[in-house]
């Protein structure tokens, strides 16, 4: 296989994490909504939501990072500037400037938003059981 082709095999395995990694933190904090409907789903979502609350408050570094890094050093440490990874998505994973303090914060919140969609799930699960 040509280095070029290497490269970019290895690009698309990083975009693939990346994308997997932004999809876990959107189902890490919206999940709730989806057990309000899906009460089953809790059993997936309440582990997610623990290990993204606590990746946060305790500024650990969650297994996709370095497996992304890898593959974009395998690649030569090249990312496609400009196209919808690098621009939209990387900065709202790895935001600049982002302080211990600031992690923590959103550590809260996600316990926060959780705490409000099981707090409703768990009221529509009541008021079935009372129809």
């Known amino acids: 296989m040509s280095s070029l082709l290497e490269a970019d095999v290895y690009n698309v395995f990083a975009n693939v994490i990346l994308l997997a990694h932004l999809l876990f933190i959107a189902f890490v904090i919206c999940g709730g909504l989806l057990v309000i409907h899906w009460p089953r789903l809790a059993v997936v979502h ?10 946060e408050i305790f500024g650990w570094v969650c ?25 939209y998505l990387i900065p709202v994973i790895y935001p600049e400037n982002l302080t211990a303090m600031m992690q923590q914060v959103f550590g809260g919140l996600v316990i926060i938003i959780n705490l409000i969609f099981y707090t409703i799930a768990r009221r529509k699960c009541q008021s079935r059981k009372h129809i």
């Open 46 to 55: 309440l582990p997610a939501a623990v290990w993204g609350a606590v990746v």
């Open 63 to 87: 297994p996709l990072t370095p497996l992304e890094n890898h593959f974009r050093q395998l690649a030569g440490g090249s990312s496609y500037s400009g196209d919808f990874i690098a621009r």
